[in-house]
């Protein structure tokens, strides 16, 4: 099949009384609205839109090690910036965005790495002050014109924050190359210099558990020398902001984290200089810090980066903090979620249990819809990962409330996973495995996270820096030989095609959400599931009583002809997508057909 044959196909098999028009009219202030009923699009600025070309260099001279600036490697800036993310509101709007997830945009150290491994700071997680935007990416005043435009748009700003390093500037006496090893504890206690043999320092401190978490018990740590001896390079002793940030006290300064056992939260992420979260200070600093970007932006909400890497007591202080600012800035419904890095639906849910998060990144959801639309895996994995909505803080009404996602920055496109799992697979089968699995996104429990440039079919060579392509012409060689998915483009042109099918396809599955609330912040029951590829359903019950909403998908090669189970009360139906029969079977019972890797969203008439 040609693929201009497949994308009118496309086109033809959408509803078009679901346009994103249809249904702005009932979707109040964004202010008003709660998180369930949101849409959230992410996007790394530097990668999205060159608004401003005469911010490229961030201000800097020199060549790339010196600015950062080389648009033509896939690790350094490519000239992105918030102008960019403004003059392109209305291409989100027209998707049916009604929030970003806008990642750091802080003033970076502009290059980081070892000779002849060095990249840039482009992505924003190498902070060095964080009060300030980064040059490279404009000045404060561009952030206030563009939160102020989305906000006039009703779209919603969710700012990516870390807490739990800062850019690597502080460096080891005993490692020249940089390349510590952690040290625990046990081994280099606090008390001692160098180890347990050494001269004994900071007495009368208590360590760093929960108890000992106190200002009275940290004004005895004055000596950082129990594990290695830190130091900050010459020209570096100011660097950061606030001003505080430049004393190595307030870090741990124990080397490398291993990510197992107490170095996942003592250690230094990848060389980076890692917080002394347990300080009351560093709480109280970090308080302010973003407190601040609340108040000077009106910012409502938060993604928290590497939220395990840091100890639970600084989020049971954090969180409800934050909360509070918001709520006194005039934002009720301030939006928090952490970046845990974990599949296991176990391991997330301690987060909102112990650690106090509100809501985590759902990244169970994410494995699972991957194994099951992308590697084939039975529909019973789908429901094995929702019977874990009950293990959340809160339960069920929680899980609701998690943002999920197909792919991201660090780990790569949902687009990749596709093409990898089913390298013999036509075009036609690709794309409709990667709109099947932007269907479960956007129908099942949680708020839908779309990463940029999924809506145009961007597929990567992997993770990472291979992720980041660029939505503006690229000069990066290995993006630019990208196939992409239902689109003939590449990424050498700009990729704001409204016309794309991909993005039709989106922007009408955020229409049908947006229009029937059982599918924003209904309940979830699951229907129907296998022990192979093929039949998965489940109902959205509206939360005021609205009436119930079966979305059922065929994850296998052949048709699906079976009758599920729907309320009794549920007897007449209306296609949203696909085609749906009219009626009941039976009281409790309707019959489904769809075709290979496709889905219908029936709606229940009102009695």
């Given at each position: 099949?040609s693929f201009?044959r497949?994308?009118?196909?496309?086109m033809?098999?959408l509803p078009?009384?679901?346009?994103?028009?249809?249904a702005?009219?009932?979707v109040p202030t964004?202010?008003d609205?709660?998180?369930e009923?949101?849409?959230i699009?992410f996007?790394?600025?530097?990668r999205?839109e060159?608004?401003d070309?005469?911010?490229d260099?961030?201000?800097l001279?020199g060549?790339r090690?010196?600015?950062?600036f080389?648009?033509?490697?896939?690790?350094?800036y490519h000239?992105?910036?918030l102008?960019g993310?403004?003059?392109?509101?209305?291409y989100?709007?027209g998707?049916?965005?009604?929030?970003?997830?806008?990642?750091?945009i802080?003033?970076?150290?502009?290059v980081?790495?070892?000779?002849?491994g060095e990249?840039?700071g482009?992505?924003?997680?190498?902070i060095?002050?964080?009060?300030?935007v980064d040059?490279?990416?404009g000045t404060?005043?561009?952030m206030?014109r563009f939160?102020d435009?989305a906000?006039a748009?009703g779209?919603?700003i969710?700012l990516?924050?870390i807490t739990n390093?800062?850019?690597?500037v502080?460096?080891y006496?005993?490692?020249?190359?940089?390349?510590c090893?952690?040290?625990?504890?046990?081994?280099?206690?606090?008390?001692?210099?160098g180890?347990v043999?050494?001269?004994r320092?900071n007495?009368?401190?208590?360590?760093?558990?929960?108890?000992?978490?106190?200002s009275?018990?940290?004004a005895?740590l004055?000596d950082?020398?129990?594990a290695y001896?830190?130091?900050v390079p010459k020209?570096?002793?100011?660097?950061?902001?606030?001003?505080w940030?430049n004393?190595?006290?307030?870090?741990h300064?124990?080397g490398?984290?291993t990510f197992?056992g107490?170095?996942s939260t003592?250690?230094?992420f990848a060389?980076?200089d890692?917080?002394?979260?347990e300080?009351?200070?560093?709480?109280?600093?970090?308080?302010e810090?973003?407190g601040q970007?609340i108040?000077?932006?009106?910012?409502?909400g938060?993604r928290i980066?590497?939220?395990?890497?840091v100890?639970?007591e600084f989020w049971?202080a954090?969180?409800p903090?934050?909360?509070?600012?918001a709520?006194?800035?005039g934002?009720?419904?301030?939006?928090?979620?952490g970046?845990?890095?974990?599949p296991d639906?176990?391991?997330?849910?301690?987060f909102t249990r112990?650690?106090?998060?509100p809501?985590v990144l759902d990244?169970a959801?994410?494995?699972a819809?991957s194994?099951v639309?992308?590697?084939?895996?039975?529909t019973?994995r789908?429901t094995?990962?929702f019977?874990?909505d009950?293990?959340y803080?809160?339960?069920?009404a929680?899980?609701r409330?998690l943002p999920?996602?197909l792919?991201n920055h660090d780990?790569?496109?949902?687009?990749?996973f596709v093409?990898?799992a089913n390298?013999?697979?036509?075009?036609e089968?690709?794309t409709?495995r990667?709109?099947?699995?932007?269907?479960m996104?956007?129908?099942?429990r949680?708020v839908?996270?779309l990463?940029?440039g999924?809506?145009?079919g961007?597929?990567?060579?992997?993770?990472d820096?291979?992720?980041?392509?660029?939505?503006f012409?690229?000069q990066?060689?290995?993006?630019n030989?990208n196939?992409?998915?239902g689109?003939?483009a590449?990424?050498a042109?700009?990729?704001?095609d409204?016309?794309?099918?991909?993005?039709q396809?989106?922007?009408?599955?955020a229409?049908?959400?947006?229009?029937d609330p059982?599918?924003?912040?209904?309940e979830?029951?699951?229907?129907?599931?296998?022990r192979?590829?093929?039949?998965f359903?489940f109902s959205?019950?509206?939360?005021?009583?609205?009436g119930?909403t079966?979305v059922?998908?065929?994850?296998?090669a052949t048709?699906?002809?079976?009758?599920?189970?729907?309320?009794?009360?549920?007897?007449?139906?209306?296609?949203?997508?696909?085609?749906?029969?009219?009626?009941?079977?039976?009281?409790g019972?309707v019959?489904?057909?769809?075709?290979p890797f496709?889905?219908?969203?029936?709606?229940?008439?009102?009695?």
């Open positions: 099949m201009r497949w994308a009118r196909l496309i033809l098999a078009l009384s679901a346009s994103p028009l249809a702005a009219a009932q964004h202010l609205r709660i998180p009923d949101d849409f699009y996007v790394l600025p530097d999205f060159n608004g070309t005469s911010n260099k961030g201000g001279s060549d090690l010196k600015t950062g080389d648009p033509a490697h896939k690790g350094f000239g992105g910036d102008k993310l403004t003059d392109r509101l209305d989100l709007s998707l049916g965005v009604t929030a970003i997830w806008l990642g750091p802080y003033k970076n150290k502009p980081q790495g070892p000779p002849g990249s840039s482009y992505h924003g997680y190498w060095t002050d964080f009060t300030q040059p490279h990416f404060r005043g561009d206030k939160v435009a906000h748009r779209i919603k969710y990516d924050i390093h800062t850019a690597d502080i460096k006496r005993e490692c020249p190359q940089n390349d090893g952690y040290r625990s504890q046990a081994d280099y206690p606090y008390s001692a210099k180890g043999e050494g001269a320092i007495e009368g401190f208590e360590g760093v558990e929960a108890a000992g978490q106190r009275g018990n940290f005895k004055t950082p020398t129990y001896t830190p130091y020209g570096e002793e100011k660097v950061k902001v606030p001003a940030l004393d190595p006290i307030y870090y300064n124990r490398d984290s197992r107490e170095s003592h250690g230094d060389g980076l890692d917080l002394f979260t300080n009351p200070r560093v709480v109280d600093g970090f308080i810090i973003f970007w108040d000077d932006f009106a910012i409502d938060f980066d590497t939220a395990r890497h100890n639970p049971q954090f969180v903090a934050m909360q509070a600012r709520k006194a800035r934002i009720p419904n301030f939006y928090i979620f970046e845990v890095y974990e639906p176990g391991a997330l849910a301690r112990v650690d106090g998060y809501t990244f959801f994410q494995s819809v194994d639309v992308a590697r084939g895996a039975p019973e789908l094995t990962l019977k874990m009950a293990l803080e809160g339960g069920e929680t899980a409330k999920t996602f792919g780990m790569g496109r949902f687009a990749t093409r990898q390298p013999a697979a036509s075009e089968e690709i409709r990667y709109l099947l699995g932007h269907a996104l956007m129908f099942s949680g839908p996270v990463y940029y999924d809506e145009q961007f597929s990567g060579d992997g993770g820096q291979d992720a980041r392509e660029d939505m012409p690229s990066v060689a290995v993006y030989d196939r992409l998915v689109s003939a590449s990424t042109q700009s990729n704001f409204t016309a794309n099918p991909i993005y396809a989106i922007a009408r599955m229409a049908i959400r947006k229009s059982a599918l924003r912040s209904g979830q029951v699951v229907r129907a599931y296998g192979t590829p093929g039949l359903a959205r019950r509206a939360p005021s009583g609205g119930e079966l059922a998908f065929n994850t296998g048709p699906v002809s079976a009758n599920v189970q729907v309320d009794t009360a549920s007897l007449g139906w209306t296609a949203l997508h696909g085609s749906c029969a009219p009626a009941a079977t039976a009281p019972s019959k489904v057909e769809i075709a496709d889905y219908i969203v029936c709606k229940a008439n009102k009695r």
